[in-house]
């Protein structure tokens, strides 16, 4: 049975910083990506990342300012977060896919965790 717990949101300040982790159990992945939601919005995507970590990707609103990372000893996936604004307040979600390139489109992740609320105050 695959599982993916995240855990490392909170409130934070603005201009601070959250680490995200996302330990997946049940089997291994080739992509991982992380998505957010915030209230009356569509889930967007955030950043994804390949098996090995040597291709990423990011949404535009976080390129510079957040990483996405992996363990794959720990089948676990971070997503470190620095000068945090109060617009990426959400629930983050991580998700899994079973290709290997890497995706951008929610539909095409197969498995989601129960995500995490980060909220960055002004």
């Known amino acids: 049975q695959v599982q993916l717990v995240e855990s490392g949101g909170g409130l934070v300040q603005a201009g601070g910083s959250l680490r995200l982790s996302c330990a997946a159990s049940?089997?291994?992945?080739?992509?991982m990506g992380w998505f957010r939601q915030a209230p009356g919005k569509e889930r967007e995507f955030v950043a994804t990342?390949?098996?090995?970590?040597?291709?990423?990707y990011y949404a535009n609103s976080v390129k510079g300012r957040f990483t996405i990372s992996r363990d794959n000893a720990e089948n676990t996936v971070y997503l470190q977060m620095n000068s945090l604004k109060p617009e990426d307040t959400a629930v983050y979600y991580c998700?899994?896919?079973?290709?290997?390139?890497?995706?951008?489109?929610?539909?095409?992740?197969?498995?989601w965790g129960q995500g995490t609320q980060v909220t960055v105050s002004s």
């Open positions: 998700a899994a896919a079973g290709s290997v390139a890497l995706r951008t489109i929610s539909s095409d992740y197969n498995y």
């Open positions: 049940g089997r291994t992945f080739s992509v």
């Open positions: 990342i390949n098996w090995s970590g040597s291709n990423t």
